[in-house]
C-alpha cells in the first residue's frame, strides 16, 4: 500500500479490485487535519499521562500502590507509563501474588 500520506499506519490491506485502495489513520502522536494530511500534534503530556488524539489523558497502566507514575505515555501514543516507588521506596516481589509492590 502506498495511497496513504506520511505518518500513518494501514489499517487494512487493498481491496482485489484495487491493492493500493488500503484504510490507514494518522500514527500516533498525529491527527487528522484533511482526508489526506495527518499534522503532528505540538504538546508533550506531563508525567503519568498519555497522548490521544492530541489531548492529554491519564495513564490507566498499572503500577503498585505507593507508586507514582515517572513519565508521560511510552512510545509516544500508548498508554504505557513508567513508574517507580514513592518516598524512596524500592520495588519488591510478592510471592503470594508475583506482582511488584514498593516497600519502604
Known amino acids: 500500500c502506498s ?5 500513518i499506519v494501514y489499517t487494512s490491506p487493498g481491496t482485489s479490485v484495487n491493492s493500493n ?4 489513520a494518522c500514527a500516533p502522536g ?3 487535519e484533511s482526508a489526506s494530511y495527518c499534522a503532528k500534534c505540538e504538546q508533550a503530556c506531563p ?3 498519555y497522548l490521544r488524539l492530541c489531548d492529554c489523558v491519564p495513564c490507566t497502566n ?3 500502590e505507593g ?3 515517572t513519565t ?7 498508554d504505557l507509563c513508567e ?3 514513592d518516598s524512596g521506596g524500592e520495588p519488591s516481589r510478592d510471592p503470594d501474588s508475583c506482582q511488584a509492590t514498593c516497600r519502604l
Not at 3 to 7: L, M, S, V, Y
Not at 21 to 24: E, H, L, T
Not at 73 to 78: D, K, N
Open 30 to 32: 498525529y491527527y487528522n
Open 3 to 7: 495511497n496513504g500520506p506520511f505518518d
Open 67 to 69: 507508586a507514582s507514575y
Open 83 to 85: 513508574w517507580s516507588c
Open 47 to 49: 508525567a503519568g499521562q
Open 62 to 64: 498499572w503500577k503498585p
Open 72 to 78: 508521560e505515555g511510552t512510545p509516544l501514543g500508548f
Open 21 to 24: 485502495d488500503c484504510s490507514w
